[in-house]
């Protein structure tokens, strides 16, 4: 079976700290893509960034960094020098071709709130 | 505007009454997905098409829940004798091709009272 953990609930910061979100999976697929999306308060789901199985290379966007271990089949998620926009609900997820399909696997999400 | 499209944006109704929920996805996006998703949960998969025909509709919850995709293009969530339990977010999501990262619609919040 396919799974999506994130420990974190809701994690609060000050601006200006880094801050790291958590996911950790399971699957049984040896093919695989892991994505994170952002979900602001108006509720859209933005995308942020894929990852397929094979390709391990850390990623860094801006302020934005990715960390993939299949070791420990963790991705996560380090926003540097947090900012008050940053404020939304971040789901981490997991996509593989089981049943024929690529359907997301979410996670249960995170709630970031970054303080002024 | 370029992304996917839900409408309503909100939709308030009484239990056992039907309700249809319209998704416009990219154009030339072939797949289509609908989610739902509860208060403080990730969004669930709900089904999928490729195309017109529905791939996969495992997460359907029960057969008050029927969705269409006639010509390729726009989808509809239909919910037969709502309960209240149907209350949720539901998202729609399409992409180029099933493997592709999907975009996903601001969603349509259904109030079953």
């Known amino acids: 079976a396919q799974k999506v953990t994130q420990a974190q609930t809701e994690i609060s910061v000050v601006e200006k700290e880094d801050v790291t979100l958590d996911c950790v999976y399971e699957?049984?697929?040896?093919?695989?893509?892991l994505f994170w999306y952002k979900q602001p308060p108006s509720g859209e789901l933005v995308f942020l960034i894929r990852r397929n199985s094979f390709d391990e290379q850390n990623e860094i966007s801006g302020r934005y960094s990715w960390n993939f271990q299949k070791s420990t089949s963790s991705f996560n998620f380090t926003i540097t020098a947090s900012q008050v926009v940053d404020s939304a609900v971040y789901f981490c997820a997991l996509s593989g071709f089981t049943s024929g399909t690529y359907k997301y696997i979410f996670g249960t999400g995170t709630r970031l709130k970054v303080l002024a | 505007g370029a992304g996917v499209s839900q409408t309503p944006s909100n939709k308030v109704t009484e239990k056992g009454k039907y309700v249809e929920l319209r998704c416009d996805p990219i154009?030339?996006?072939?797949?289509l997905y609908w989610y739902r998703q509860s208060l403080g949960q990730g969004p669930e998969f709900l089904i999928y098409?490729?195309?017109?025909?529905?791939?996969?509709d495992s997460g359907l919850p029960n057969d008050r829940f029927f969705a269409v995709r006639p010509e390729g293009s726009v989808s509809t969530l239909k919910i037969q004798r709502t309960e209240r339990g149907d209350s949720a977010v539901y998202l729609c999501?399409?992409?180029?091709?099933?493997?592709?990262?999907?975009?996903f619609g601001a969603g349509t919040r259904l109030s079953v009272l």
């Open positions: 699957t049984r697929d040896t093919t695989y893509y």
């Open positions: 154009s030339g996006h072939t797949a």
């Open positions: 999501a399409s992409s180029l091709g099933g493997e592709n990262i999907q975009y």
């Open positions: 098409f490729q195309g017109t025909g529905a791939a996969d």
